[in-house]
């Protein structure tokens, strides 16, 4: 069966600080993979999607950026953190209509 | 969906009764959608999902309806429990693109 990991479940940063998110996908080949930022009480906003290994759509131009080293693996980064990067972390994936979602990470940048 | 920041809707229900979560979309294009259930500090869980040719389809314990004529979708969750209390939240997709998700109902239940 096919099983989503993400990590770290929660992390503290500071400002200025880089940001290294991992998630993995087990279970499945090609996925389409993807990253949302969920603020409290607020929807999910897309940060980026991947078709495929080293292919990375920006949804929203920002801070941060996104890498798809191997078939099941996307990363999310930043060089330096603001503020506003606070919130809670999605990956997601899917390969017919249905996504799945890992178990997010917390992040707080103080 | 907009977002209504903070404060989302809320649904309380006492437990054993039925509660009904409601949903409007925003694409008349989109032709398959899904509710999502996430708990506080968790990640979003699939609940049951539902394409535009069907205007119903049901699990257990819960039943999706699809009201194309008024874009509008509801989650209809039978007896129910206190394990049953999280934000409720659908994802519409229209195709070709990504989802576009609703900011959610957090439902409530009394014992």
């Known amino acids: 069966s096919q099983t989503i990991h993400q990590w770290p479940a929660t992390l503290v940063q500071p400002v200025g600080s880089p940001l290294s998110l991992e998630c993995t996908v087990e279970?499945?080949?090609?996925?389409?993979l993807y990253w949302y930022r969920q603020a409290a009480g607020r929807g999910l906003q897309l940060l980026f999607y991947?078709?495929?290994?080293?292919?990375i759509s920006s949804e929203v131009p920002q801070n941060l950026s996104a890498s798809r080293p191997q078939d099941r693996q996307f990363i999310l980064s930043s060089k330096k953190l603001l503020l506003s990067d606070s919130g809670f972390y999605l990956c997601?994936?899917?390969?017919?209509?249905?996504?799945?979602f890992g178990s997010g990470t917390q992040l707080s940048v103080l | 969906g907009e977002s209504v920041g903070l404060h989302l809707p809320t649904l309380s229900v006492q437990e054993g009764d039925n509660s009904i979560i409601n949903c409007a979309y925003s694409n008349s294009a989109s032709d398959y959608f899904i509710w999502y259930k996430q708990e506080s500090g968790k990640g979003p869980q699939f609940i049951i999902d539902i394409r535009s040719n069907m205007d119903k389809r049901q699990g257990q314990r819960v039943t999706v309806l699809l009201n194309k004529t008024v874009k509008h979708l509801s989650l209809q969750i039978a007896a129910t429990q206190p394990g049953d209390s999280a934000v409720y939240f659908c994802a519409e997709n229209p195709p070709g693109q990504n989802f576009v998700f609703g900011p959610g109902t957090r439902l409530s239940v009394l014992p």
């Open positions: 279970g499945t080949s090609n996925p389409n």
């Open positions: 997601a994936w899917r390969t017919g209509q249905v996504m799945f």
């Open positions: 991947s078709v495929g290994i080293g292919q």
